[in-house]
């Protein structure tokens, strides 16, 4: 069964920073896009960030260009969101997901794209 684990969410000061991980095991994990969203209460959920089954593109929303950074370790199975300098209106439930491909460096960046989802984390960037 396909998990995906996502953690690091938490309480924040604006300006502070955050480091969401996520566990998964879709295999082979080196085949997957793995991408971040978020969803903030009464909004659609959207697209934060994004990066191909061999790390070697990236792509985020231009809300956290600058700020957030995704990475990804195939050895580990896992796939990290760096946030820093954190605003109010990052506040949200982020989550993890995962699309097979068989291109190495193509992202997806909306969530009909996405096959497998985690269940989130929060974030609160209190100000």
């Known amino acids: 069964q396909v998990q995906l684990v996502e953690s690091g969410g938490g309480l924040v000061q604006a300006g502070g920073s955050l480091r969401l991980s996520c566990a998964a095991s879709?295999?082979?994990?080196?085949?997957?896009?793995m991408g971040w969203f978020r969803q903030a209460p009464g909004k659609e959920r959207e697209f934060v960030a994004a990066?191909?089954?061999?790390?070697?593109?990236?792509t985020c929303a231009d809300s956290v260009k600058g700020r957030f950074t995704i990475s990804r370790d195939n050895a580990k199975n896992t796939v990290d969101l760096q946030m820093n300098s954190l605003k109010p209106e990052d506040t949200a439930v982020y989550y993890c997901?995962?699309?097979?491909?068989?291109?190495?460096?193509?992202?997806?960046?909306?969530?009909?794209?996405?096959?497998?989802w985690g269940q989130g984390t929060q974030v609160t960037v209190s100000a």
């Open positions: 997901a995962a699309r097979p491909v068989l291109r190495t460096l193509v992202v997806y960046t909306t969530p009909a794209e996405y096959t497998y």
């Open positions: 879709v295999r082979p994990f080196g085949h997957h896009v």
């Open positions: 990066i191909s089954r061999s790390g070697g593109t990236t």
